[in-house]
């Protein structure tokens, strides 16, 4: 194992992935790189270089993506892995962690999130901040989680979607792929077509 974590993004969601990295106390050196080169450290933490210089450094650290756009996500993190990265997970240590819990590389667990037992989460996901994933659930790659949502038991999210602050998912339902639930929505029913989705229980307001 790689000692030392390089993470790409150095401004809001990069931050907090790199307040788990430190809580993790798994690395003895962590640097940022970000595309803002007038950003030269972040949380006392160095930027080092521009994100396209990540792969002079695959063989000296691990590497994870840190920008919350989940297709800017998946594109980094899919041509780091092609080029041979060491692409971590992190897990905040004040997450609840069930057992027989599956969680891809790049995946962050942020602190107060609970993902009970059986459940699947894919690669390069975020499950923010004092979100819950019930059991049984299976939350493809590079899927946001926001802070607040509540996912009840046997839920399938599809791979990009992004659920909304505070979003409330009812049992037994599957989200297809890169769909965008709103802030505070319900959905109670399948939703089998990608766009964008809000309300109480949801509809469809674009696509």
Excluded at 105 to 133: D, E, F, L, P, W
Aim: aromatic share 4%.
């Amino acid at each position: 194992m790689k000692n030392k974590l390089l993470i790409i993004g150095a401004s809001g969601h990069g931050k907090v992935v790199a307040d788990i990295a430190i809580k993790m106390n798994k690395w003895k050196e962590i640097f940022f790189l970000d595309d803002n080169e007038s950003i030269t450290s972040s949380m006392g933490i160095e930027v080092i270089g521009t994100s396209d210089k990540a792969f002079d450094y695959i063989d000296e650290f691990e590497i994870f993506v840190g920008i919350g756009n989940n297709s800017t996500r998946e594109n980094v993190q899919e041509k780091l892995e092609t080029a041979g990265a060491s692409i971590p997970i992190l897990i905040h240590p004040s997450s609840v962690v069930g057992e027989q819990v599956e969680i891809g590389n790049g995946t962050a667990v942020m602190a107060g999130a609970v993902i009970n037992c059986c459940t699947k989460i894919g690669n390069g996901c975020i499950v923010n901040t004092g979100s819950t994933i019930d059991h049984d659930n299976c939350i493809e790659d590079f899927v946001h989680i926001s802070p607040g949502s509540h996912l009840a038991g046997t839920v399938k999210v599809g791979k990009g979607s992004w659920l909304g602050i505070g979003s409330i998912i009812s049992n037994n339902l599957n989200i297809t792929s890169d769909c965008q639930v709103g802030a505070g929505s319900v959905v109670i029913q399948d939703i089998t077509e990608t766009g964008v989705y809000v309300g109480a229980p949801v509809r469809k307001i674009g696509s």
